[in-house]
C-alpha cells in the first residue's frame, strides 16, 4: 500500500530564511509526487509535481522539490520565506492504476516576522 | 472559470441523521473526488466518481455513497452519521482519471453532534 511521511509537524523560520519540508513516501513502482499548500479555511492548491523526468521539479510561489529515489523522498524547498507562505502543506503520492491521491499528515510551517 | 465548487460550505448534523454534499466540477472537468480531512489530519480518499459511476474506492464504510450526473457534478451522501464523521469534505476535480492536476474546492465543513 501507498504511504507518506512528514516527519515535521510543525517548523517555524524567519522571513527571508531558507526552506526545506521533507516528505518520505513508500510505493512500489515510480510515483507520481505532489505538493500541495492549504490555507485556513481553504481547500488545497497544488505547488508542483512529479510525473516522469528531470528530478528537480519547479512550482508555482518560487517553490521547488527534487525526487530522491534511492531515498523514497520528494522534500520541498524555497531560498527565502515570506510571510504569506505560512500554510499547511501537504505531501501526496499517487501512480500506476491507483489514482487515489494519498497524503501525508502536513507539516504546519509558521513565519515569524 | 469559476473552479470546483463546494455546496453548502459549514453545516451540522445530529447524529444519525443523514447528509448530502454537492460539487460542481471545474470546467472542462469530467472526474471527481471525495476526500474527508480530519482535524489535523491529511485528506484521506473516499471515492471517485468517472462517466457518472464510482471507479476507485478508499476505505470507507458503506454509510459513504455518492453519484455523478450528466453534467459531471457529483454528491457524496452519509447515512446514519457518527460523531467521528466530522470534518471537511474536499472535492476534487481533474480531466482524467489519473488525477496528476487535480484541482481541490474549498471544502463542506460538516459537525455532528
Known amino acids: 500500500a501507498q504511504s507518506v511521511t512528514q516527519p515535521d509537524i510543525h517548523i517555524t523560520v524567519s522571513e527571508g530564511a531558507s526552506l526545506e519540508l521533507r516528505c518520505n513516501y513508500s510505493?512500489?513502482?515510480?510515483?507520481?509526487l505532489f505538493w500541495y499548500v492549504q490555507s485556513p479555511g481553504q481547500g488545497l492548491q497544488l505547488l508542483l509535481k512529479?510525473?516522469?523526468?528531470?528530478?528537480l521539479v519547479q512550482g508555482i510561489k518560487g517553490f521547488e522539490a527534487e525526487f530522491k529515489r534511492s531515498q523514497s523522498s520528494f522534500n520541498l524547498r524555497k531560498p527565502s520565506v515570506h510571510w504569506s507562505d505560512a500554510a499547511e502543506y501537504f505531501c501526496?503520492?499517487?501512480?500506476?492504476?491507483?489514482?487515489?491521491?494519498?497524503f501525508g499528515k502536513g507539516t504546519l510551517l509558521t513565519v515569524n516576522p | 472559470d469559476a473552479g470546483v465548487t463546494q455546496s453548502p460550505t459549514h453545516l451540522i448534523k445530529t447524529r444519525g441523521q443523514q447528509v448530502t454534499l454537492r460539487c460542481s466540477p471545474k470546467?472542462?472537468?469530467?472526474?471527481v473526488s471525495w476526500y474527508q480531512q480530519a482535524l489535523g489530519q491529511g485528506p484521506q480518499f473516499i471515492f471517485q466518481?468517472?462517466?457518472?459511476?464510482?471507479?476507485q474506492r478508499g476505505n470507507f464504510p458503506d454509510r459513504f455513497s455518492g453519484h455523478q450526473f450528466p453534467n459531471y457534478s457529483s454528491e457524496l451522501n452519509v447515512n446514519a452519521l457518527l460523531l467521528g464523521d466530522s470534518a471537511l469534505y474536499l472535492c476534487?476535480?481533474?480531466?482524467?482519471?489519473?488525477?496528476?492536476?487535480?484541482?481541490f474546492g474549498q471544502g463542506t465543513r460538516l459537525t455532528v453532534v
Open positions: 510505493y512500489g513502482a515510480t510515483p507520481y
Open positions: 476534487a476535480s481533474s480531466w482524467d482519471r489519473t488525477n496528476t492536476e487535480a484541482f
Open positions: 501526496a503520492v499517487s501512480g500506476g492504476s491507483n489514482y487515489k491521491l494519498t
Open positions: 512529479y510525473l516522469s523526468g528531470d528530478t
Open positions: 470546467s472542462g472537468h469530467d472526474t
Open positions: 466518481y468517472y462517466e457518472e459511476e464510482e471507479r
